[in-house]
């Protein structure tokens, strides 16, 4: 049987084809997952800044909950005590301590992205003069890719510190000795106490020779709170987004989930369609004596052998794919830069495990029912197959339908922060549904009106509508992917988009802006708010200030591993109704907070709370108010002042402005990288903020709809190849090429557009519950010319394929074509 596999191979290169590729593309794309999911957990990233230290000490990097599981970056740089490098100085073994501190600073006009440090810490990276002296005050020293061609040293150069220009004698000038992707500005001792205060970042550690770093960081003393890090570990001190691997775990997951999903159904898909035109050849085998077993074995053989060498090609291509997904995410933001893409032989060896399940189990059950028929029932299903399915098949079906009802229906009733993950597997399991139960569906659409209107296009519509109801069960081959495509680009899409329209109502429709000013450059300084608020026509204004934080005392069960939302203002902006105590108390060490998590809290105004903000500062605050927020996007509200001070930059990002004049004249060229517009710049700020989350759901989209569209050009393609025998007896008993032709545009046509119908109506699923959840109303948000763009993208790749399918099909002479080997 097997040299028999063998032999067959060559007369079947079309099918065979399908399932290599398919094979091929599902275990690179597995692979490529695998080692998403191995970055995620080991968060190796090179120090740059910081690579000359050994050991680096600073803050711990995530949240991780009293009482919760997992941890969360904090949204925030926090550092460590000052008075800790002394103590550090004296463990035995340290032979350096040098402190590090970051604060914004930009050269002028504040485009770029740079930070200011003082002078002693160009040893972390290490830094070296190269030209002039180190700085005193009102100096800097710069790295050399920050000068243009006309300065140099002597010369005056305007730095942008904490949002305020300032004028600095150029120094110096040092190079890394490695590369840094964020160049710095070095500042004197005393200029750096003066702009960034006391406070410290990080303590570059350097061992006394003959001591082991890895054994020191172990010995020394610690505070609470504070990690010593070494080898690539660093680079969590240094790069932001380096604190958990949480993100790209769930980012992993859900991509190699969705893979494993596609593959498993496009591969059925494939394979079954490939037994299902080989019935009369098993058949023939069955009755010349072949056992039923016999049959099974020959049948997994000669597809295992092919799927084997397209394993084998998938994981070669397993690397390149997970370094082409890993660049785009990070050349998108979406992971730090830094962090080092990881992918030794385990990912590849899931990938491998995983894909020969998925191939065994579905060549298993496509060769299973051909190999235990009888000989005569075999030949006759050769000539007309039936278009029934299994009572097993039927009741997986219905489990699936009904499972994607039940996801659907619960996900109304979930808060908008978890209706996505309870409502995104609707689109697949709808899909599953739907490839289970494909031929009974086909013939269930296949209503009497577009019957009618098939016949009605003459001798081609009718041959059609034969076919469609003959051949069902070939047919739901290519309905699978349409259907799977459709569902997962516009189930993905129209639940980001109207997520992510819902966060940014929510958000702007709590806060009062006719005018927004926000900066480029760092902030807003102290300097430039005043200069608004004083602005003639300016009726209120307020600092606003981002972060995320948790409620720890009393600790607050609903925020664990999501943390609260917390703005900063001082001004009357927020739009929200104060159900208990006035907006106008939140000055100094005190806090506003929804009724929901008072009463949740047992807590009400005038009691004290302990709020871990995103810097990991535990800071005691009083209510003074309580007010309502949009329902499940409510926020917690503290003065801008103190939130501003526990955040990297330590300044406002925006400033509100309330104003009853149409045109405000306000003045700021004083200010390099402020600008002034409308109230959209104060979605655009916050949108960008969930770009991240939309385009992780579009690159999946894209990579699975990618997936399966070639999965459907080869499903096609080989179902129409496959017919030849037919298209040469309809040739032969007088039917023309154009008839022919037609009869193919008709039949996928319809199978199309039910692809398409099937599809947007698993993705409705997803879509409406998810809107009913975030916006309170079943209405999507999102561009209408996207489902018409997709439709139009189903139709190019249909209507191509059948069009060069159906012409090579019918390239042989007709009585050739009825005495070839296939069909």
């Known amino acids: 049987m097997i040299r028999l596999a ?47 230290a050994p050991i680096v000490v600073t803050g711990r990097p995530a949240y991780h909950p009293p009482n919760g599981s997992g941890s969360v970056a904090y949204s925030e740089h926090h550092g460590v005590d000052p008075t800790l490098a002394a103590k550090l100085s004296r463990t035995p073994g340290v032979g350096k301590v ?79 000795g490695r590369r840094v992707d964020v160049p710095s500005i070095f500042f004197s001792a005393d200029d750096t106490t003066r702009y960034a205060g006391t406070r410290v970042d990080a303590l570059g550690i350097f061992p006394a020779n003959g001591t082991s770093a890895k054994v020191l960081a172990k010995r020394l003393d610690l505070p609470t ?16 987004g ?13 991509f190699g989930g969705m893979v494993a999903v596609v593959m498993a159904l496009v591969v059925s898909a494939t394979i079954g369609l490939s037994v299902r035109q080989r019935r009369r050849e098993l058949a023939l085998l069955r009755a010349s004596g072949a056992t039923p077993a016999q049959v099974r074995k020959m049948v997994i053989a000669e597809t295992m052998l092919v799927a084997l060498a397209a394993l084998a090609g998938g994981l070669l291509l397993g690397r390149t794919m997970g370094r082409w997904i890993f660049g785009l995410l990070t050349d998108n933001g979406i992971v730090p830069n830094a962090l080092r893409f990881d992918q030794s032989i385990l990912p590849f060896a899931g990938a491998a495990l995983l894909t020969l399940v998925i191939l065994r189990v579905t060549v298993g059950f496509a060769a299973g029912r051909a190999a235990a028929i009888r000989p005569i029932q075999a030949l006759n299903e050769a000539v007309v197959p039936p278009v029934t399915i299994s009572r097993v098949r039927l009741v997986i079906g219905a489990v699936f339908a009904a499972a994607t009802v039940g ?9 908008p922060t978890n209706a996505a993950a309870i409502g995104g597997p609707a689109v697949l399991t709808g899909s599953i549904a739907v490839a289970v139960l494909g031929p009974i569906v086909i013939r269930a659409l296949l209503t009497t009106r577009i019957t009618n209107y098939l016949e009605n296009q003459g001798v081609s519509g009718i041959l059609a509508v034969i076919n469609l109801r003959v051949r069902a069960v070939q047919f739901a081959a290519i309905l699978v992917p349409i259907t799977l495509a459709s569902a997962i680009a516009l189930g993905n899409i129209y639940s980001q988009t109207t997520q992510q329209k819902a966060a940014v109502e929510a958000y702007t429709d ?8 926000t900066s480029s450059s760092g902030g807003i300084p102290a300097g430039l708010f005043d200069q608004v608020r004083s602005t003639e026509g300016v009726s209120a204004a307020s600092e606003l200030v981002r972060s995320k934080g948790w409620i720890e005392e009393p600790y607050d069960t609903t925020h664990t591993s999501d943390p609260w939302p917390l703005l900063g ?27 929901k998590a008072a009463k949740k809290l047992k807590v009400g105004v005038g009691d004290e709370l302990g709020v871990r903000l995103g810097d990991d500062a535990l800071v005691k605050v009083k209510i003074v108010a309580l007010v309502d927020g949009s329902s499940g996007y409510e926020s917690l509200i503290l003065p801008a002042d103190l939130l501003a001070q526990h955040t990297t930059s330590g300044l406002p990002s925006q400033v509100l402005v309330r104003t009853k004049v149409k045109a405000l004249n306000l003045d700021l060229q004083n200010w390099p990288g402020a600008t002034m517009g409308d109230r959209d710049l104060l979605s655009a700020d916050y949108d960008a903020g969930l770009g991240v989350d939309a385009w992780i759901s579009y690159l999946l989209a894209a990579i699975a709809i990618a997936y399966t569209a070639i999965a459907s050009i080869n499903t096609i393609a080989v179902a129409v190849l496959d017919r030849r025998r037919e298209f040469g007896l309809q040739r032969l008993t007088g039917s023309t090429r154009k008839q022919i032709s037609k009869m193919l545009y008709l039949e996928n046509l319809i199978i199309a557009a039910m692809g398409l119908v099937l599809g947007v109506a698993a993705a409705c699923f997803s879509i409406f519950p998810i809107a009913i959840a975030t916006r309170g109303w079943p209405l999507p948000s999102g561009p209408l010319w996207l489902l018409g763009a997709w439709v139009a993208l189903v139709l190019l790749l249909v209507l191509p394929v059948t069009a060069i399918a159906g012409r090579i099909a019918m390239r042989p002479k007709p009585m050739d074509a009825v005495n070839s080997p296939a069909g």
Not at 225 to 240: I, M, N, Q
Not at 242 to 254: D, M, R
């Open 6 to 52: 063998l032999s067959s191979l060559r007369f079947r290169t079309a099918a065979f084809l399908a399932i290599f590729v398919a094979v091929l593309l599902g275990s690179s794309l597995m692979a490529a997952a695998g080692g998403l999911l191995e970055t995620g957990l080991r968060l190796n990233a090179e120090p740059q800044r910081l690579a000359a």
């Open 98 to 176: 040098v402190p590090d501190i970051s604060f914004p600073a930009v050269i002028a006009p504040g485009k770029d992205t740079q930070l200011g440090h003082p002078w002693t810490a160009a040893a972390l990276t290490p830094y070296t003069l190269t030209t002039g002296q180190a700085p005193k005050p009102g100096e800097v020293v710069l790295d050399p890719s920050l000068l243009t061609k006309k300065v140099s040293v002597g010369d005056k150069v305007r730095v942008i510190v904490f949002g305020e220009v300032r004028e600095f004698t150029l120094a110096g000038i040092a190079t890394p």
């Open 225 to 240: 709170g504070v990690s010593a890090l070494t080898g690539d570990e660093r680079g969590a001190a240094e790069f932001a």
């Open 242 to 254: 380096i604190a958990t691997s949480l993100p790209l775990i769930i980012l992993s997951g859900v």
């Open 407 to 415: 996801v659907g229906v619960s996900t109304i009733f979930m808060s």
């Open 510 to 517: 709590n806060l009062h802006a006719d005018v927004v000013v």
């Open 569 to 595: 203002i001082n001004g009357p902006v927020y739009k929200g109704k104060v159900r208990a105590g006035s907006l106008v108390d939140l000055k100094g060490q005190s806090i506003a907070i929804p009724p």
